[in-house]
T-cell receptor, first 115, second 116 residues
Framework: KQEVTQIPAALSVPEGENLVLNCSFT??????LQWFRQDPGKGLTSLLL?????REQTSGRLNASLDKSSGRSTLYIAASQPGDSATYLC??????????????FGKGITLSVRP | GAGVSQSPSNKVTEKGKDVELRCDPI?????LYWYRQSLGQGLEFLIY????????KSGLPSDRFSAERTGGSVSTLTIQRTQQEDSAVYLC??????????????FGQGTRLTVV
């Protein structure tokens, strides 16, 4: 059974700091990995999708990397801003049950960027 | 539509009543998913629809939960005889279709269900 872990559960940093959010998964047989952002009381916003054949994806100040063999992904946020404060979730789509199998989520990292 | 739309955004119901939650996926998306997010918990998979294939119901927690998808578009999640432990945010997502390159999931804003 696929398990996704995100540690720590919460993180507080001063504005302007570069930071890395970690995600690990137990079964490396994945199609892709997706990072989401969730603001309080809201749904999930897709940030980046990395296919299993890719090593990284970039969007603006965000860079996500994937090391499938070791079961790890990182989300790098450059020059953090108070508006980046949210919960960040990673999710993997496994290969065991077909191309459109369900996403398995971590419990998320709640980020607070202090002005 | 521009995004995944869920209704209602909030629902308060009395224990024992039935509720229906609606999801309108992004136009043209053939895959649709329901997840549940309880306070302090991660996202729990409930059910997945892909085109005309039989849905994957492996995540439904009990037989009080059911879902259908009419015409390959709109989906309704029904909870019968609601219990207090059903209180959660119910999230719907859709993705374009089959194949690893088409599986980016887009989520709606969720329905917050409170059973009193």
């Amino acid at each position: 059974k696929q398990e996704v872990t995100q540690i720590p559960a919460a993180l507080s940093v001063p504005e302007g700091e570069n930071l890395v959010l970690n995600c690990s998964f137990t079964d490396s047989a994945i199609y892709n990995l997706q990072w989401f952002r969730q603001d309080p009381g809201k749904g999930l916003t897709s940030l980046l999708l990395i296919q299993s054949s890719q090593r990284e994806q970039t969007s603006g100040r965000l860079n996500a990397s994937l090391d499938k063999s070791s079961g790890r992904s990182t989300l790098y946020i450059a020059a953090s801003q108070p508006g980046d404060s949210a919960t960040y979730l990673c999710a993997v789509r496994g290969m065991r049950t077909g191309a459109n199998s369900k996403l398995t989520f971590g419990k998320g990292i709640t980020l607070s960027v202090r002005p | 539509g521009a995004g995944v739309s869920q209704s209602p955004s909030n629902k308060v119901t009395e224990k024992g009543k039935d509720v229906e939650l609606r999801c309108d996926p992004i136009s043209g998306h053939t895959a649709l998913y329901w997840y549940r997010q309880s306070l302090g918990q991660g996202l729990e998979f409930l059910i997945y629809f892909q085109g005309n294939s039989a849905p994957d119901k492996s995540g439904l927690p009990s037989d009080r939960f059911s879902a259908e998808r009419t015409g390959g578009s709109v989906s309704t999640l029904t909870i019968q005889r609601t219990q207090q432990e059903d209180s959660a945010v119910y999230l719907c997502a859709s993705s374009l279709g089959t194949g690893p390159m088409n599986t980016e999931a887009f989520f709606g804003q969720g329905t917050r269900l409170t059973v009193v």
